[in-house]
């Protein structure tokens, strides 16, 4: 079982940065590759970064890709997102996620767990 928390959300103006933090529980949480995910309102949750095991290897969605940084510190259990310049469309719920299923990094249901979510909002 792991648990994870989100935190670091909140209101940054257009261009300013945040850094979105991912506590996990559980001794596992190291052997498993990590997702961050965002939901705004009205529309379909979709793949912001990934990252795997050791770290060597990540993935990022087009419209983050340049701006947005995700990294961990498996002794810590925790997974960042670090994100620049940021704009009005990326005010959204941002998630991560623990991927334990085979299947696309960049698709919510191969990962099972997920935590409760921070809510990041960019003024224009």
């Known amino acids: 079982q792991v648990q994870l928390v989100e935190t670091g959300g909140g209101l940054v103006q257009a261009g300013g940065s945040l850094r979105l933090t991912c506590a996990a529980s559980g001794r596992t949480f190291s052997t498993y590759p990590v997702g961050w995910f965002r939901q705004a309102p009205g529309k379909e949750r979709e793949f912001v970064a990934y990252?795997?095991?050791?770290?060597?290897?990540?993935y990022y969605a087009d419209s983050v890709k340049g701006r947005f940084t995700i990294s961990r510190d498996n002794a810590e259990a925790t997974v960042y997102l670090q994100m620049n310049s940021l704009k009005s469309e990326d005010t959204a719920v941002y998630y991560c996620a623990v991927k334990r299923k085979s299947g696309s990094y960049a698709t919510s249901q191969w990962y099972d767990y997920w935590g409760q979510g921070t809510q990041v909002t960019v003024s224009s």
């Open positions: 990252i795997n095991q050791l770290g060597a290897g990540t």
